[in-house]
C-alpha cells in the first residue's frame, strides 16, 4: 500500500526542505510532517499508533539521539503492532552505516542524500513490511 503520509526526521531545514519538495515532485499529495529531533517524531508516532499508511525517512546523525537509535525503538515498540515503512536517508554512503543499516529489521532501505523524486517514487511503490 502506498503511503498516506511521510514522516520527515532530519534536523537540517533544508534536507526537510528538499525531500518535501522531492516528495512533491512524485506526485505525493498526502500529508508530510517534519520533525527535528527523534524524540519528537517519536512521540508523535506512539501517540498516533500509526492511524495511517506512513512512510518514515530518517536521518542517521542528530543530535540527542541517532537515526539508529530511533529506527530500534520503532521496530521495538511499534513494528509488532503496526505496518511502518522506514527509510534511512543519510548523507554517509560508509559501509559502516549501510551494513547496521541492513542489520536493522525495520528498515526498508538506504538512500544517500540527496533524495530525488526517483527516489520518493520508489519509496511509494514499496509496500510497508
Known sequence: MAPERFILVDDNDADNFFHRLALQKAGFRGEVRVFERPGDALRFLLDDRISCSTCVLLDINMPQMS??????????????????????????DWAEDRQRAAALPILDGYVCKPFTADDARAVMRQPAA
Open 67 to 92: 537515526g539508529f537509535d530511533l529506527a530500534q525503538e520503532l521496530q521495538d515498540r511499534l513494528r509488532p503492532l503496526n505496518p511502518l515503512q522506514v527509510i534511512m536517508v543519510s548523507s554517509s
